[in-house]
């Protein structure tokens, strides 16, 4: 790795360029946490127990620091590959643009111009590479559904009360919005779509392939069943791919489990 460094730092000087160590970080990858607690129940990092398990990286002469954390293209990567802080992240700034948003445009009453406010300047900086890191468990997933119940109201003028499901999906469906779990698997589905169908330079992995239409029938496929919306596709070809927990909520493992 410390040769990929130099490479890369050889790289940047013959074209003119510079990489700011002190802005350059390393991030040790690892399902198990680096820390180990003491008695009092606060955590040290195990490095420093150790120190002789830590390989000190250098660009230009300078070392590089040790995070636990580092923001890479908007993503807050973790050591576990985990996105509960990205989704906190996310959840936070979520909260504060509509504050703001709620603050300076107390005036405002036309629900279409809130709706476009919300959509622009709100929710799409949820949708940020939303399909590598909405795999966030339902704890986190009622939490932003529950900051779109609130929004939902502001853009209809009502008072912050409680509304049952069938009124929140009849809100939802009037304004033309949907609700974070469908919007997550949307996005997941035309990402996919676009990656079979070649429109980003982006491959199937290996463990998936295509499957002849021959080779799909429909276990339900009745007049009555699709009616009542009940149809649903049996494929002949099942994957059953044994993976890491880490990765087991990765884009394609999640993905190819949607009917």
């Known amino acids: 790795l410390q040769q990929t460094i130099d490479n890369l730092h050889s790289w940047a000087v013959r074209n003119r360029m510079i990489f700011h160590p002190g802005k350059c970080s390393a991030l040790t990858i690892s399902p198990k946490s680096l820390t180990v607690r003491d008695i009092s129940s606060n955590k040290f990092n195990l490095f420093s127990v ?98 779109q119940k609130r929004i939902i109201k502001w853009i209809r003028n009502e008072p912050l009360v409680s509304n049952s499901n069938s009124n929140y999906f009849t809100h939802h469906k009037d304004l033309n919005i949907l609700p974070i779990k469908e919007l997550f698997i949307y996005n997941d589905l035309r990402l996919f779509y676009k990656i079979i169908n070649n429109l980003v330079p982006l491959p199937l992995p290996h463990f998936l392939t295509l499957v002849d239409p021959s080779s799909v029938r429909y276990s339900t496929r009745g007049k009555s069943a699709i009616q009542k919306g009940l149809d649903y596709t049996t494929l002949k070809d099942f994957l059953n791919i044994k993976t890491h927990s880490a990765l087991s909520g990765s884009f394609f493992h999640r993905t190819r489990t949607l009917r």
């Open 50 to 147: 150790f120190p002789f398990l830590k390989y000190f990286y250098s660009l230009d002469g300078a070392n590089l620091d040790y995070v636990d954390m580092q923001k890479d293209l908007g993503l807050l990567i973790t050591h576990d590959l985990g996105w509960s802080s990205h989704s906190d992240y996310i959840l936070s700034q979520m909260t504060f643009k509509f504050n703001l948003l709620r603050r300076n445009c107390y005036f405002l009453t036309n629900s279409s111009y809130k709706r476009t406010l919300y959509l622009s300047m709100v929710r799409s900086f949820m949708e940020h590479c939303n399909c590598v890191w909405n795999n966030i468990g339902l704890v986190k997933l009622y939490k932003f559904e529950g900051l």
